[in-house]
């Protein structure tokens, strides 16, 4: 099969797009939309919706297209996982692991299957090959950068990733979208959790977590209010606490600082600027290192400890499956579940999910 590529197709204009990209440049691409999850979100089944979307694009392209279910494997791999760590305390990004687990797994192994060579996504991320290994970059566009959740990906699913994307800025995309009339130019980008969707986040848990309420605490012990159960709450959130502010620290709004899980209470304190919201170290575990190994078992490097997070200069130490890092700057919600990814330059090396934040001082 001449130059046969899958390419990840989601219902939106960058998979599109990218689909276009290929056709265009010779390859024999051949669309392939995944069904990872059963419920209908407010009655309207969304995947049924972006697979109208995802056929029209095909039948524009004039391109073969399939759907695939990978629910189970979805259920199995990527939202246990994410209840787990929820129950345990945690704020888990599942996205990391669906591309990991999902799409450069099990759609990768169709890929293969279908005597593709490689397999295409509308990732803002860009792969080169020097030095021996394959390596992963940070999307030309600053702002759709999303090598942040590629960084689990290994050698196998780099060689065989293509990110046409990845040189390109969202408006570019979005005008070439126009140019080839393609079907969703104008579609608006999803938003959260892709088994979410736009629905609300806390009435979404609360299907399989029973509610635990509790007291929210001061610093200093001080019974502030209740909260509905530590899992409904992450680090630095300030919205949805339901306590006003106090005359004594200028009417500032309350953030969540930490959960004690022991005694099942929420820890808020007063200011976006409080002390324990900043941490300048944290450790990580389930290491993954997108060239094969870490650059080093001491190194200088940026880090972003959530999505969007601008670089962060730090120094990571690498002891097996855990790594420590001393940020030369202290950090604000460095949140236990999140992922810390690691950067040399352009270059995403690696990363962990945060294990634990503390001070050094």
């Given at each position: ?40 979100q ?32 979805y259920?199995?791999?990527?939202f246990?996982y994410f ?10 990004n ?5 591309n ?45 950068d ?19 994307l ?25 938003t ?6 736009e629905?609300?986040?806390?009435a ?5 977590f ?60 007063q200011g976006g ?9 944290c450790?990580?575990?389930?290491l ?5 190994g870490?650059p080093?078992?001491?190194?200088a ?55 634990e934040?503390?001070n050094?001082?």
């Amino acid at each position: 099969m001449e130059k046969t590529v899958v390419v990840g197709m989601s219902g939106g204009v960058d998979s599109a797009v990218a689909a276009y990209l290929m056709k265009e440049q010779g390859y024999a691409p051949v669309g392939v939309f995944m069904k990872n999850w059963e419920e209908q979100q407010d009655g309207v089944c969304t995947a049924a919706r972006d697979f109208d979307d995802v056929k029209a694009c095909c039948a524009a392209l004039d391109i073969p297209y399939y759907s695939v279910n990978f629910s189970k494997q979805y259920m199995e791999r990527v939202f246990s996982y994410f209840l787990d760590e929820y129950r345990a305390g945690r704020t888990p990004n599942p996205d990391v692991l669906c591309n990991r687990e999902i799409k450069f797994k099990e759609l990768l192994d169709m890929a293969l299957k279908l005597g593709a060579g490689h397999l295409v996504t509308g990732h803002y991320a860009r792969v080169e090959y020097h030095d021996g290994a394959y390596r992963l970059y940070k999307g030309v566009d600053a702002s759709k950068d999303q090598s942040y959740f590629l960084y689990m990906l290994g050698q196998n699913a780099l060689s065989r990733a293509i990110f046409p994307l990845g040189g390109m800025v969202k408006g570019d995309v979005r005008a070439l979208a126009r140019r080839q009339r393609l079907p969703v130019a104008v579609k608006k980008d999803s938003t959260g959790i892709c088994f979410i969707g736009e629905r609300d986040f806390k009435a979404f848990l609360q299907n399989y977590f029973p509610a635990q309420p509790g007291d929210m605490v001061a610093p200093d012990g001080r019974i502030l209010g209740r909260h509905d159960g530590l899992m409904f709450y992450t680090i630095g959130q300030r919205s949805g606490l339901h306590i006003g502010g106090r005359s004594d620290a200028g009417g500032q709004p309350w953030f969540v600082v930490d959960k004690d899980m022991q005694r099942n209470r929420l820890v808020v304190a007063q200011g976006g600027d409080h002390p324990l919201l900043f941490h300048d170290a944290c450790t990580a575990g389930d290491l993954h290192w997108t060239a094969g190994g870490p650059p080093a078992a001491e190194f200088a490097c940026q880090v972003k400890v959530r999505y969007r997070q601008s670089d962060q200069s730090a120094r990571a130490y690498v002891r097996g499956q855990h790594m420590t890092l001393h940020f030369d700057q202290p950090q604000r919600a460095v949140t236990p579940g999140q992922s810390a990814v690691v950067y040399i330059g352009d270059e995403c090396v690696g990363g962990g999910v945060i294990d634990e934040r503390y001070n050094r001082r």
